[in-house]
């Protein structure tokens, strides 16, 4: 079973500001498989990266993932209000367990 | 466009059982694989059951030790969630997705999306 570990747990910035965004994986993983997600409180999460590094339709271009093996990273550029969320990343292979990681909480600061 | 409704959520006491429906309209259902997938009270994302499009191969995570049953009708374009022998920490929002999948440079990446609003089973005596 592959395990996402994610960090920070909590990211406080400023709008305007660069976050960035760190998964990692337990052992390596292809690109095709790594997902990232947004999910703003009382919604349901979205796709914003799909294959570690392509942008959801959509999504604005100030998202941006990268990363290959083990590391992985989420981009935002400049930080917009309505950015501020939990983000997840996501291993999607070829046979299950398909795990998330623990999220990463980007707030107000 | 493509939207998933989830129903058939509320509260259970535990040892009992619910079922949870996805209605989903805007694509093609029956060429599409699906999931469901949990959130308890302020936690994480944790995968439960995904089913093929075709209904045959079906898989559940493992922690839920047989309890739950992922099914689907492709007829009435549906997803099914069975639960059955429910306990306390079931209590979660339940989201049915689709698998979104495209092919770039001759590479098929994967996903979940989109996703449904959720439905919430709370299991308490």
């Known amino acids: 079973e592959i395990v996402l570990t994610q960090s920070p747990g909590t990211l406080s910035l400023s709008p305007g500001e660069r976050a960035t965004l760190s998964c990692r994986a337990s052992q390596s993983v292809s690109n095709s498989y790594l997902a990232w997600y947004q999910q703003k409180p009382g919604q349901a999460p979205r796709l914003l990266i799909y294959?570690?590094?392509s942008t959801a339709t959509g999504i604005p271009d100030r998202f941006s993932g990268s990363g290959s093996g083990t590391d992985f990273t989420l981009t935002i550029r400049r930080l917009e209000p309505e950015d501020f969320a939990v983000y997840y990343c996501?291993?999607?292979?070829?046979?299950?367990?398909?795990?998330f990681g623990q999220g990463t909480k980007v707030e107000i600061k | 466009q493509v939207q998933l409704v989830e129903s058939g959520g509320g509260v259970v006491q535990p040892g009992g059982s619910l079922r949870l429906s996805c209605a989903t309209s805007?694509?093609?259902?029956?060429?599409?694989?699906m999931h469901w997938v949990r959130q308890a009270p302020g936690k994480g994302l944790e995968w439960v059951a995904f089913i093929r499009d075709d209904g045959v191969n079906k898989y559940s995570a493992d922690s839920l030790k047989g309890r739950f049953t992922i099914s689907r009708d492709n007829s009435k374009n549906t997803l099914y969630l069975q639960m059955n022998s429910l306990r306390a920490e079931d209590t979660a929002v339940y989201y049915c997705a689709k698998v979104f999948s495209i092919v770039e440079a001759g590479t098929v990446m994967w996903g979940f999306g989109p996703w449904g609003q959720g439905t919430l089973v709370t299991v308490s005596s």
């Open positions: 996501q291993w999607y292979g070829s046979s299950p367990p398909w795990t």
């Open positions: 294959g570690a590094s």
């Open positions: 805007g694509f093609t259902f029956s060429n599409y694989d």
